[in-house]
Nanobody, 126 residues
Framework: VRLLESGGGSVQDGGSLRLSCAASEDTYRTYCMGWFRQSQGKEREGLAALNTREGATQYADSVQGRFTIARDNAKRTVHLQMNSLKPEDTAMYYC????????????????????WGQGTQVIVSS
C-alpha cells in the first residue's frame, strides 16, 4: 500500500496549485480516493473524493467551484486542481484511500479512509 503526494508549495492569494497523489496498484483498486487537509489547531477536513471505478465525485462546500478532483487511471494518480486559493487554504494536504463507497459515492469523513499519504504542505500568502 502506498500513497505519495506531490505538488505542494507556496503561492499568492488567488493563485493555483495542482496536487498529485500516486497510488500503488493495490491501493488504486480501492473504491475511493480523497483529499483532506489539516491546518494548525484545526481538525482534519475532507475536501474532495472520487470513486476510482465509476468517476463520481464529492466536494466540501468550502472548496466547491474552486477545487477539482480528477483521475489518471493509466498513471494510477489522482489530482487536486486548486484555483482561487486563499490564505485560509494554507494547510497540510493529505491523500487517502478507502475500500468503501456508499451507493457509488465516496465519503469526506476521514475515519472511513483506510490508507494515508505523508502529506504535502500548501501555503497561500496574502
Amino acid at each position: 500500500v502506498r500513497l505519495l503526494e506531490s505538488g505542494g508549495g507556496s503561492v499568492q492569494d488567488g493563485g493555483s496549485l495542482r496536487l498529485s497523489c500516486a497510488a500503488s496498484e493495490d491501493t488504486y483498486r480501492t473504491y475511493c480516493m480523497g483529499w483532506f487537509r489539516q491546518s494548525q489547531g484545526k481538525e482534519r477536513e475532507g475536501l474532495a473524493a472520487l470513486n476510482t471505478r465509476e468517476g463520481a465525485t464529492q466536494y466540501a462546500d468550502s472548496v466547491q467551484g474552486r477545487f477539482t478532483i480528477a483521475r489518471d487511471n493509466a498513471k494510477r494518480t489522482v489530482h487536486l486542481q486548486m484555483n482561487s486559493l486563499k490564505p485560509e487554504d494554507t494547510a497540510m494536504y493529505y491523500c487517502a484511500a478507502s475500500r468503501t463507497a456508499y451507493g457509488g459515492f465516496c465519503s469526506l469523513v476521514d475515519s472511513l479512509y483506510d490508507f494515508w499519504g505523508q502529506g504535502t504542505q500548501v501555503i497561500v500568502s496574502s
